[in-house]
C-alpha cells in the first residue's frame, strides 16, 4: 500500500523520498558552503561564485544502478546484436538513452516508435509509426534483426498517447512477425509475473501465455529473465513448473530470443 501512494505522490511530481532527503541534506549544504568560502578567503578564488544550484539529496543516492530490467536487458541484447552482426537491425519502442544508444555505439540501427524523436543522432535512424496499425509495404520482410524491449506491454494502453485497444499487444506481436525476414532474430522483453493490466502503465504477462502467443510464429533460442529483486539469470532452461510459476516474479522481466519460423 506504501508503495502504491508513493506512486501515486510521484505521478503528480510529489516524491516524498527526495523530500525529506533534501531536508536531511540542507543542513550539509549550508556547512559545506561556509567551509568552502573561508577557504576561498585564503586563496585566489578562480571559480567565484555566481549563483546557487542546490543539490540537496544526491548524497544519499548511490553511484548507479547496475541491476533492475532496463540495465540488464539493455546489455544482454546489445550484446547479442554486436555478436550476431545482422545486415538490418530494426527496433520497435526500446528505450533511446539505453538500448538504443548501445547499439548505436558500434553500428546503424533503425527506431521505429509511436513518439516522436527530434534529436539526430549517428546510427539511429527514426521512423514515427504505430505498431498497432498496418504495416507500411516497404517495412514489411524488411530486416533479419528486430528487438522490442519493454514495449509491447504498454500497446494500446493510451500512456503514450496512443489509440486505447486491449488488444493493442496482439497487434504488436502479428506486426513483429510481419517485419521480420523468415529465419531472422527477434529480441523481445516484457514483465512477467500473475498476469494481470496495472493501467495505464503495462501489462504484465504470464510467461505461458506469452509463449503461446508467439509459438506459431517464432521458435524460441535462449531465455533469460530479471527477478523481483533485478538480478539477472541468464539462458535459463524452462520447465513446465518454471513457466506456470512464471519462475518465482510478481514483477519480473523476460528476455526472449527467438528465431521466425
Not at 548501445?102 to 527530434?118: G, K, L, Y
Not at 529483486?229 to 516474479?249: A, M, R
Amino acid at each position: 500500500m506504501m508503495r502504491k501512494i508513493y506512486y501515486w505522490l510521484k505521478s503528480f511530481g510529489i516524491d516524498p523520498i527526495k523530500f525529506v532527503n533534501a531536508i536531511r541534506g540542507s543542513g550539509f549544504y549550508i556547512r559545506d558552503y561556509y567551509i568552502f568560502i573561508n577557504q576561498q578567503k585564503k586563496c585566489i578564488p578562480l571559480f567565484p561564485i555566481k549563483s546557487f544550484y542546490p543539490c540537496l539529496d544526491d548524497r544519499y543516492s548511490k553511484s548507479g544502478a547496475a541491476t533492475g530490467h532496463y540495465f540488464h536487458q539493455d546489455l544482454l541484447v546489445a550484446r547479442r546484436i554486436n555478436d550476431d552482426n545482422p545486415i538490418r537491425h530494426i527496433d520497435i519502442g526500446s528505450r533511446v538513452d539505453g538500448f538504443v544508444a548501445h547499439v548505436a555505439s558500434f553500428r546503424e540501427i533503425e527506431v521505429i516508435d509511436i513518439r516522436s524523436m527530434t534529436s539526430k543522432v549517428k546510427n539511429i535512424k527514426f521512423i514515427r509509426a504505430d505498431m498497432m496499425n498496418l504495416v507500411p509495404h516497404e517495412l514489411i520482410g524488411s530486416c533479419d534483426s528486430l528487438s522490442c524491449l519493454h514495449a509491447i506491454e504498454h500497446f494500446g494502453l493510451g500512456r503514450y498517447g496512443e489509440p486505447i485497444n486491449c488488444n493493442g499487444y496482439f497487434s504488436g506481436f502479428e506486426n513483429l512477425s510481419l517485419i521480420l525476414k523468415s529465419g531472422g532474430k527477434l529480441y523481445l522483453s516484457t514483465p512477467i509475473g500473475p498476469q494481470r493490466i496495472e493501467f495505464n502503465a503495462h501489462r504484465i504477462f504470464s510467461l505461458e501465455y506469452l509463449l503461446s502467443c508467439l509459438s506459431d510464429k517464432f521458435r524460441l533460442n535462449q531465455f533469460s529473465y530479471i527477478d523481483d529483486s533485478g538480478d539477472l539469470h541468464e539462458n535459463v532452461q524452462l520447465s513446465t513448473g518454471q513457466i506456470k510459476n512464471n519462475f518465482g516474479c510478481q514483477y519480473g522481466c523476460g528476455v526472449l530470443e527467438m528465431t521466425k519460423i
